[in-house]
T-cell receptor
Framework: KQEVTQIPAALSVPEGENLVLNCSFT??????LQWFRQDPGKGLTSLLL?????REQTSGRLNASLDKSSGRSTLYIAASQPGDSATYLC?????????????FGGGTRVLVKP | EAQVTQNPRYLITVTGKKLTVTCSQN?????MSWYRQDPGLGLRQIYY???????DKGDVPEGYKVSRKEKRNFPLILESPSPNQTSLYFC???????????FGDGTRLSIL
């Protein structure tokens, strides 16, 4: 059974500092890994999706890497801003065979101080 | 605008009173899922559907029913709600297994 862990559970940084968010998973037979952002009282916004054949994906200030062999993914957010304050969730996807179910980590709550 | 729409957003009800949470997507997605989010337990899949008339259980299906009669709609039915179903519920959809999943804004259910 896939287990996804995110450490730390919470993180506070001053504005401008780079953010590094970690995600680890136990079963390397994933189809893809997706990073989400969740704001209080809101749904999940998809940030990046990395296919199992890829090593990384980039979108603006965001960069996500994937190392299947070690069961790790890292989300980097460059030059953090107060608007980046949110909970960040990673989720491992096993693909069609398992109904495209995502197994989520517990999330990292990020606070960027002005 | 591409979106997943859930209704209602908030509901307080009593044990045993049947309720339905609707979910609709306008992206012609094949896959749709329901998740619940609970403190300390994270997000867990309840049911999923790979296409019209094709549904299957996720990790926590007990006490829930779903149907997929049309591609765009995937309602979640609680036939006899109980307090342990108090939670934040999310509907999600995706074009295929390789594509990002899109989530609705959530439905907060309180069962008294």
């Amino acid at each position: 059974k896939q287990e996804v862990t995110q450490i730390p559970a919470a993180l506070s940084v001053p504005e401008g500092e780079n953010l590094v968010l970690n995600c680890s998973f136990t079963d390397s037979a994933i189809y893809n890994l997706q990073w989400f952002r969740q704001d209080p009282g809101k749904g999940l916004t998809s940030l990046l999706l990395i296919q199992s054949s890829q090593r990384e994906q980039t979108s603006g200030r965001l960069n996500a890497s994937l190392d299947k062999s070690s069961g790790r993914s890292t989300l980097y957010i460059a030059a953090s801003q107060p608007g980046d304050s949110a909970t960040y969730l990673c989720a491992a996807g096993p693909g069609r065979a398992a109904g495209n179910k995502l197994t989520f980590g517990g999330g990292t709550r990020v606070l960027v101080k002005p | 605008e591409a979106q997943v729409t859930q209704n209602p957003r908030y509901l307080i009800t009593v044990t045993g009173k049947k309720l339905t949470v609707t979910c609709s997507q306008n992206m012609n997605h094949e896959y749709m899922s329901w998740y619940r989010q609970d403190p300390g337990l994270g997000l867990r899949q309840i049911y999923y559907s790979m296409n019209v008339e094709v549904t299957d259980k996720g990790d926590v299906p007990e006490g829930y029913k779903v149907s997929r009669k049309e591609k765009r709609n995937f309602p979640l039915i609680l036939e006899s709600p109980s307090p342990n179903q108090t939670s934040l519920y999310f509907c999600a959809s995706s074009l295929a297994g390789a594509q990002p999943q899109h989530f609705g804004d959530g439905t907060r259910l309180s069962i008294l």
